[in-house]
T-cell receptor, first 117, second 114 residues
Framework: DAMVIQNPRYQVTQFGKPVTLSCSQTLNHNVMYWYQQKSSQAPKLLFHYYDKDFNNEADTPDNFQSRRPNTSFCFLDIRSPGLGDAAMYLC????????????????FGSGTQLSVL | GNSVTQMEGPVTLSEEAFLTINCTYTATGYPSLFWYVQYPGEGLQLLLKATKADDKGSNKGFEATYRKETTSFHLEKGSVQVSDSAVYFCALTSTKTSYDKVIFGPGTSLSVIP
């Protein structure tokens, strides 16, 4: 029944070694988001896709990239992870209606906990 | 800009105690307001929402009323259970700005002890 699935649940990488986190959804939602959540902090939006259109937050480091090859899948690529990138990464989806208003909920995956050694 | 402020935690309560978690916001336009809950080791899930002033959202015994005059959306529950132990996030989206912005507060950790 899982609707937003993130793999892996835990990911360990080495300092500077590229890593990819994946997210898939069975909801057919048109918007997919990536959030970074550090311990005891609010989730921070990194970027999102509205269909195929990529929208980056102004303060998201260039080290973070994303791909959405189709409606169901979205990937987060960290090109050169630093110690400060250790965090929980949350994928979320939503359906945004024509006109762009979001007043419905986000559906979150369980997250991927990234450790950088 | 838009922002959300929550009372600091952690909050520790005994089972069956009354819960209030304060949330205030700053926003342009007429935001929709949400409470999300995050159980240990899981992602966030929507607890309740309100989309216009004076609306009351409710779910699983939790309630929150959208108060435009005080720009608040306080979360309440009359009798908490151990299973309510989690982190609670107040959030908003503004219908007058870009649809994509879901602004989360810093979260309030709740521990309920038997």
């Amino acid at each position: 029944d899982a609707m937003v699935i993130q793999n892996p649940r835990y990911q360990v990488t080495q300092f500077g070694k590229p890593v990819t986190l994946s997210c898939s959804q069975t909801l057919n939602h048109n918007v997919m988001y990536w959030y970074q959540q550090k311990s005891s902090q609010a989730p921070k939006l990194l970027f999102h896709y509205y269909d195929k259109d990529f929208n980056n937050e102004a303060d998201t480091p260039d080290n973070f990239q994303s791909r959405r090859p189709n409606t169901s899948f979205c990937f987060l690529d960290i090109r050169s992870p630093g110690l400060g990138d250790a965090a929980m990464y949350l994928c979320a989806t939503s359906r945004v209606s024509f006109g762009g208003h979001l007043n419905e909920k986000l559906f979150f995956g369980s997250g991927t906990q990234l450790s950088v050694l | 800009g838009n922002s959300v402020t929550q009372m600091e935690g952690p909050v520790t309560l005994s089972e069956e105690a009354f819960l209030t978690i304060n949330c205030t916001y700053t926003a342009t336009g007429y935001p929709s307001l949400f409470w999300y809950v995050q159980y240990p080791g899981e992602g966030l899930q929507l607890l309740l929402k309100a989309t216009k002033a004076d609306d009351k959202g409710s779910n699983k015994g939790f309630e929150a009323t959208y108060r435009k005059e005080t720009t608040s959306f306080h979360l309440e529950k009359g009798s908490v259970q151990v299973s309510d132990s989690a982190v609670y996030f107040c959030a908003l989206t503004s219908t007058k700005t870009s649809y994509d912005k879901v602004i989360f507060g810093p979260g309030t950790s709740l521990s309920v002890i038997p």
